[in-house]
């Protein structure tokens, strides 16, 4: 773990330049990649109103910002990039070629003692690196936007990830402040967007069922469950309710939740009507503005919230 200084991260976009950032905060050296210096130069503007928005909520000090920022290099050539790092993470688009090929590039160019991370929420190690050599190196470090502020880290092992790799990972996320989640084995989705994806499709069938509106549906699972989710997982909340209840309870519901392995329609019908949420300025819900500027308007307060729930749980 001592060895571990150098860290390479492997796009710079959504996911990328947070990640770099949380290394960054820990002193950590950052070798930050993209395909231009526009995209890089971005990345740390945003990363910069992270850090600013983090002093804001007093989790930050002024001070430090420019320390923070001279801790992340920003390179076009990926064999430079990861030439020193003794651990890499990818965090480019969700596109199972693209990452093939990168991890095949990676594993040339690469040291030996490297441990070649991917952020991936989709393809399991047996795909996307099927054309890496070392693939006991290989392990899925999957974090969650906004990745510079949800604790949650999930470690997933390979069929051929070694202990070391895979405990390595686990600690060094610790190390860093995260809350790393160990997946035993590969299965679709990992561990937690499983979970999240059951939600979302209950949800949406209540709402085609016209059950509940969009208004009603989030305020009914944040102000409810979602609120005593952050202190108590699922597991635990039913073994203090009683597992007795969550019995009958289970038995009495389960004939009614939506099962259908499609996609709900009233999500196919969106998305054909190209009412993409915030990016369109029309989802389930609507919005004054489109693009970027509503976006960066939503994520600050988004990112305000989760900071001001985090510093109290950390009391």
Not at 6 to 23: K, N, P, S
Not at 131 to 144: C, D, G, Q, S, Y
Request: glycine share 6%.
């Amino acid at each position: 773990m001592r060895e571990i200084r150098q860290i390479a991260v492997i796009g710079a976009g959504l996911m990328g330049h947070g990640i770099a950032q949380t290394f960054a905060q820990k002193d950590y050296s950052v070798r930050l990649y993209d395909l231009s210096y526009p995209i890089l130069g971005k990345a740390l503007d945003q990363i910069r109103s992270n850090l600013e928005t983090f002093v804001e909520m007093e989790l930050e000090v002024k001070e430090r910002i420019e320390s923070v920022l001279s801790k992340i290099r920003c390179f076009v050539d990926l064999q430079e990039a990861v030439r020193e790092a003794q651990f890499v993470i990818e965090a480019v688009p969700e596109d199972l070629t693209l990452k093939m090929d990168l991890f095949e590039m990676l594993d040339r160019y690469c040291s030996p003692e490297v441990i070649l991370a991917s952020n991936t929420s989709t393809f399991p190690i047996s795909e996307f690196g099927k054309k890496a050599k070392r693939k006991e190196r290989l392990v899925i470090t999957h974090w969650f936007n906004p990745p510079h502020i949800v604790p949650a880290v999930e470690v997933v092992r390979g069929k051929n990830t070694t202990e070391e790799v895979f405990q390595l990972s686990y600690e060094l996320m610790k190390k860093i402040g995260k809350r790393p989640i160990r997946v035993l084995k590969e299965v679709p989705g990992f561990l937690i967007n499983r979970i999240q994806t059951a939600m979302f499709r209950e949800a949406l069938s209540l709402l085609e069922q016209g059950v509940a509106g969009p208004e009603d549906i989030d305020a009914g699972v944040s102000g409810s469950f979602g609120l005593r989710l952050a202190v108590s997982g699922p597991l635990r909340t039913s073994d203090m309710a009683g597992l007795d209840l969550w019995y009958k309870g289970v038995r009495g519901l389960s004939p009614h939740f939506y099962s259908s392995i499609e996609v709900p329609r009233i999500l196919e019908e969106k998305v054909e009507r190209g009412e993409l949420g915030l990016k369109t300025g029309k989802g389930f819900f609507e919005y004054e503005q489109k693009e970027a500027s509503a976006l960066s308007k939503h994520s600050k307060e988004r990112d305000k919230k989760l900071l001001s729930l985090l510093k109290v749980l950390s009391e």
